[in-house]
């Protein structure tokens, strides 16, 4: 389906009045698609939910930490209404705009986030394959944060059409919820997608700089094998503990994401064996290895004893569930977190004994750039991503 300026314009509106408004809102356009959907709540706030039991039957957006807090929780926003872009009203926008409900909504401020130093970082993992050979775990994912001044023109909703553009293989979604903030992203992992009575998933992991060569030229090091190898047996030990016993897997096969090149491997099965436990694999799934480590507690513990900063929704999960008879749930990857004259990029890498700590740190810089290399385009660039 193709979009005229008008349209566009109409989806520019939507967003820059709920952005304005402090109205709870979510944009995406999925994967291979060119619809953009906006889903808006406005008579209400966003459900923060106690458990994802119950989500199967709800229509609307989940937003999930990486780890549950008190300050972060799990919020579940059900549309008022769905606009698609070729069908967003002005006389809807007009009424929104004079919605004043949530002005007084405090928004969230930076909270003293400071960019992780290359220092801190290096030691991390280097503790990290201290703690590994002493036994304590398999895996870790450390991860990093940059604190940069948004460009004095900037506009979110340009910056949300020009990843729509650049990255036509992401999950690209701009979203704005109480207690959550503004986030967007363009990220390449699925953690659970249910399509045409089909589920699917992914283990994904490895990383290297793409060079323009051939996608199935790219060779891997014994470490990125590993790695890959890690996530994969995981995913299918989660699979055959929720016994799911018709799965296909199809991998590993290089994976373009962005400027980035990874190892994936591809799981299926019929919906049927799901039986309304979309919770259950959600929580059984979160965190993979590819975001968190393995074992899962061990890893998470030691993540959150070393890293400095609040991962906040970064390598959290979100998507819409059951819009247009689809469930679209994917890792908060690639993203930055906006606040009214800064942005937030957050990246990691995942760590294993055969890690090299400055190769890592070189290799979080190279996830940074999905975001930045946008940020710093002057004109909607050209391109292909995840």
């Known amino acids: 389906m193709a979009f005229n300026k008008s349209s566009y314009l109409s989806l520019n509106n939507l967003q820059t009045v709920c952005l304005k408004q402090n109205i709870p809102f979510a944009?995406?356009?999925?994967?291979?698609?060119?619809?953009?959907?906006?889903l808006v709540q406005h008579h209400s706030l966003p459900e923060k939910l106690d458990s994802l039991l119950n989500v199967d039957n709800e229509v609307g957006f989940v937003v999930s930490p990486f780890n549950e807090t008190s300050e972060h929780g799990t919020y579940f926003l059900k549309p008022d209404c769905v606009c698609f872009?070729?069908?967003?009203?002005?006389?809807?926008?007009?009424?929104?705009?004079?919605?004043?409900?949530?002005?007084?909504?405090?928004?969230?401020?930076?909270?003293?986030?400071?960019?992780?130093?290359?220092?801190?970082?290096?030691?991390?993992?280097?503790?990290?394959?201290?703690?590994?050979?002493?036994?304590?775990?398999?895996?870790?994912?450390l991860s990093k944060v940059r604190?940069?001044?948004?460009?004095?023109?900037?506009?979110?909703?340009?910056?949300?059409?020009?990843?729509?553009?650049?990255?036509?293989?992401?999950?690209?979604?701009?979203?704005?919820?109480?207690?959550?903030?503004?986030?967007?992203?363009?990220?390449?992992?699925?953690?659970?997608?249910?399509?045409?009575?089909?589920?699917?998933?992914?283990?994904?992991?490895?990383?290297?700089?793409?060079?323009?060569?051939?996608?199935?030229?790219?060779?891997?090091?014994?470490?990125?094998?590993?790695?890959?190898?890690?996530?994969?047996?995981?995913?299918?030990?989660?699979?055959?503990?929720?016994?799911?016993?018709?799965?296909s897997k199809v991998g590993p096969t290089n994976y373009q994401a962005a400027n980035l090149i990874h190892l994936k491997t591809a799981f299926e099965f019929?919906?049927?064996?799901?039986?309304?436990?979309?919770?259950?694999?959600?929580?059984?799934?979160?965190?993979?290895?590819s975001v968190g480590g393995l074992p899962k507690a061990e890893a998470r513990e030691f993540i959150l004893a070393n890293e400095k900063h609040d991962r906040s929704y970064y390598t959290g999960f979100l998507g819409p569930v059951n819009i247009e008879n689809k469930t679209n749930i994917f890792v908060n990857l690639r993203c930055l977190q906006l606040f009214d004259k800064q942005f937030v990029l957050y990246s990691g890498a995942g760590i294993t004994t055969s890690s090299v700590?400055?190769?890592?740190?070189?290799?979080?810089?190279?996830?940074?750039?999905?975001?930045?290399?946008?940020?710093?385009?002057?004109?909607?660039?050209?391109?292909?991503?995840?």
């Open 27 to 38: 944009s995406y356009r999925l994967p291979l698609d060119v619809e953009i959907i906006t």
């Open 85 to 141: 872009s070729n069908e967003i009203e002005d006389t809807y926008i007009q009424k929104l705009s004079e919605n004043n409900r949530f002005l007084s909504l405090e928004k969230l401020s930076e909270k003293e986030i400071q960019t992780t130093a290359s220092e801190e970082y290096i030691n991390n993992v280097n503790a990290a394959k201290m703690a590994m050979t002493e036994g304590k775990f398999h895996k870790v994912v």
């Open 147 to 247: 604190l940069e001044n948004l460009p004095e023109d900037f506009k979110p909703e340009a910056f949300f059409l020009k990843l729509c553009s650049t990255y036509p293989h992401a999950f690209v979604y701009l979203i704005q919820l109480p207690g959550v903030g503004c986030w967007m992203g363009a990220t390449p992992e699925p953690l659970l997608v249910i399509e045409n009575e089909q589920v699917k998933t992914v283990s994904l992991a490895g990383t290297q700089i793409a060079t323009n060569q051939p996608i199935e030229s790219y060779q891997w090091s014994s470490k990125e094998i590993e790695e890959q190898g890690i996530v994969t047996n995981f995913v299918e030990q989660t699979l055959k503990s929720l016994d799911i016993k018709h799965c």
């Open 270 to 289: 019929p919906q049927a064996e799901l039986k309304n436990r979309l919770g259950d694999f959600l929580k059984a799934l979160h965190p993979t290895p």
């Open 357 to 386: 700590a400055e190769n890592e740190w070189t290799e979080t810089d190279n996830k940074m750039l999905t975001m930045m290399n946008v940020m710093m385009t002057p004109k909607s660039p050209k391109g292909d991503l995840i």
